[in-house]
């Protein structure tokens, strides 16, 4: 099932930038038919979506972290990132990368999640 | 955002019992409603898409219906691997949006 890859750093100072990379599994990323997308969860929590990335380029993001989130993709490197700044406690959480069936708004490939915890 | 409601938060139940969650939101989302099945520690895994179509591999026994508001998720014959707990996801607007969780566990 798991099909993702996340990796990043685990500890993250109060007002420092997050920054997370998701691999996916060769030339996918260029596909019309799926968003490339970052969810996360705290700890017994719900399921909060942070945003997306299209192949175009373009990208949507949850209002709510608009400001500080910023999703971009490497083709080259059938990669995608996400950047959240400013970060504080509230911000500890799983994160998990995913893909997004364009169409039907399902998740239907994710990586097995990071822990990512944000204190001094 | 759309709010969603899932009940209840939590369950106990028994290998062969049939088991229903609600899943409510606050606007009309069509059929636009996805359900997943998470294990502890583990990511979510997609069980029904568009709020009754079986993903691929997924057993019969899990089923999805409803539209409009009000939807309904149920497993006919609960199995050993089913405890698990299970949320709603809209894509009817941006942001997308998933209920509180449904925690499945053993009587």
């Known amino acids: 099932q798991v099909q993702l890859q996340e990796s990043g750093p685990g500890l993250v100072k109060p007002s420092q930038t997050l920054s997370l990379t998701c691999s996916v599994p060769?030339?996918?990323?260029?596909?019309?038919?799926?968003?490339w997308t970052w969810i996360r969860q705290p700890a017994g929590k719900r399921l909060e979506w942070v945003g997306r990335?299209?192949?175009?380029?373009?990208?949507d993001y949850n209002p709510s972290l608009k400001s500080r989130v910023t999703i971009s993709g490497d083709t080259s490197k059938n990669q995608f990132s996400l950047e959240l700044s400013s970060v504080t406690a509230a911000d500890t959480a799983v994160y998990y990368c995913?893909?997004?069936?364009?169409?039907?708004?399902?998740?239907?490939?994710w990586g097995q999640g990071t822990m990512v915890t944000v204190s001094s | 955002d759309i709010q969603m409601t899932q009940s209840p938060s939590s369950l106990s139940a028994s290998v062969g019992d049939r088991v229903t969650i609600t899943c409510q939101t606050t606007?009309?989302?069509?059929?636009?409603l996805n359900w997943y099945q998470q294990r502890p520690g583990k990511a979510p895994k997609l069980l029904i898409y568009?709020?009754?179509k079986l993903e691929t591999g997924v057993p019969s026994r899990f089923s999805g219906s409803g539209s409009g508001t009000g939807f309904i998720f149920t497993i006919s014959s609960l199995q050993p691997e089913d405890f698990a707990t299970y949320y709603c996801?809209?894509?009817?607007?941006?942001?997308?949006?998933f209920g509180g969780g449904t925690k499945v566990d053993i009587k």
């Open positions: 995913a893909r997004e069936r364009r169409w039907v708004g399902a998740f239907d490939m």
């Open positions: 060769s030339g996918s990323i260029r596909s019309g038919n799926h968003f």
């Open positions: 990335l299209f192949t175009t380029g373009s990208t």
């Open positions: 606007q009309d989302i069509n059929t636009y």
């Open positions: 568009d709020a009754s």
């Open positions: 996801q809209q894509y009817r607007n941006l942001p997308l949006t």
